[in-house]
């Protein structure tokens, strides 16, 4: 069971009639979660580690990042206040049409080989399909770093372990939510990618990164951070590539309610 939590700031009202119109095309129940707005924050706040952020991405705090990210965190939350196994995130710029549903049923049926899964991406599709959905759709495994969080879906464990490991913040959440192996978690993508994060709707994270950048020593920390994490993508990745093929030679696990708390 599962339903959608849209992310979306009060003052986006037309964003808000746009995903609603498209999930209920779907078929998808949904709830509104009050994204928090980054504007009106005042640093220090708890929720976030500056001195940890900036050893980690070279950066001086962006206001909309942050806000963006304890939205995403309110998400989890509420997730885990409800009796759900599995819950769909959503940020109120993602496009997808009716389709969407099946194939988030098609993915459910696999759902004891995956923690996370994404349906979305900025950037190319570099997913190496292994299990067949039907359709021409797949899931698969991404061994390059993606960004962006528009849409994915998370199982109790994973948000559980989202809402205890990622607080506070130290990176972009779609940085930070892309390192599940750190934490014991398996994902997987669904390829071709169901939801477009690149839509008519501009971001509402207005930035120019170079104005937030600090100087050239913050290589001294970001690379060898970098190069670590990406390593271990590498080789945990791989991994899930092998388990994921061996799953598909068994057949869809069936997932029990204890496995998805």
């Known amino acids: 069971m599962y339903r959608a939590y849209v992310i979306n700031l009060a003052r986006a009202r037309d964003r808000w009639d746009s995903v609603v119109t498209r999930l ?5 129940a949904y709830e509104r979660i009050d994204a928090v707005d980054g504007r009106a924050l005042e640093l220090p706040i708890p929720e976030f580690d500056e001195p940890r952020h900036r050893l980690m991405t070279g950066r001086l705090p962006i206001p909309a990042e942050i806000g963006c990210y304890l939205s995403h965190l309110k998400a989890v939350d509420a997730f885990l206040a409800t009796d759900d196994t599995h ?23 696999w759902s004891a080989a995956w923690d996370v899964l994404r349906l979305s991406t900025v950037g190319r599709d570099r997913v190496v399909p292994v299990i067949p959905l039907g359709d021409g759709a797949a ?15 998370l199982s ?61 020593w913050r ?42 708390a």
């Open 219 to 260: 290589y001294l920390t970001v690379f060898p951070f970098r190069a670590a994490v990406e390593m271990a993508r590498l080789v945990m990745r791989t991994v899930v590539l092998a388990t994921t093929a061996a799953r598909r030679l068994a057949g869809p696990p069936r997932l029990t309610r204890d496995e998805g």
């Open 24 to 28: 209920a095309a779907a078929g998808i």
């Open 139 to 153: 899931l698969g495994v991404n061994f390059t770093r993606t960004k962006g969080a528009a849409a994915y879906m």
């Open 87 to 109: 819950a769909l995130i959503l940020e109120d710029d993602a496009a997808f049409d009716a389709t969407l549903a099946s194939v988030i049923d098609a993915a459910l049926e």
């Open 156 to 216: 109790r464990r994973a948000a559980r372990s989202f809402a205890r490991f990622l607080r506070p913040m130290r990176l972009a959440y779609d940085i930070a939510f892309d390192l599940e192996y750190l934490h014991g978690l398996t994902a997987l993508a669904v390829t071709p990618y169901p939801v477009d994060q690149s839509g008519p709707a501009p971001t509402q994270i207005q930035i120019d990164i170079n104005d937030y950048k600090l100087p050239a």
